[in-house]
């Protein structure tokens, strides 16, 4: 896993997808967060779930799309 400034990480953010190596950002010696590349068949299986939501993210009352779109890309539950 490389480790990378989050300057860094901006100038190289082209190529950090097209090697598509995790990749830990760090502001001087605190990381901040992790980037990883997204499994092309995960995200081709749920894509139409996944864009369906995002068409009606500002009818939801109770953010209930923006909670569902952050349990997908990152693994969390609201």
Same mark, same amino acid.
Not at 60 to 74: G, N, P, Q, T
């Given at each position: 896993?490389?480790m990378l ?14 090697v ?32 369906? $939501?995002?068409?009606?993210? $500002? ?6 799309v923006?909670?569902r ?5 990152? $693994?969390?539950?609201?």
């Amino acid at each position: 896993m490389k480790m990378l400034t989050v300057a860094q990480f901006k100038a190289t953010f082209g190529h950090v997808v097209r090697v598509g190596e995790p990749v830990l950002v760090r502001r001087r010696k605190t990381p901040v967060g992790l980037w990883q590349p997204l499994d092309a068949r995960q995200l081709r299986a749920r894509q139409a779930d996944v864009l369906r $939501g995002f068409v009606k993210l $500002g009818q939801s009352l109770h953010h209930d799309v923006a909670h569902r779109h952050d349990e997908y890309l990152y $693994g969390k539950s609201a």
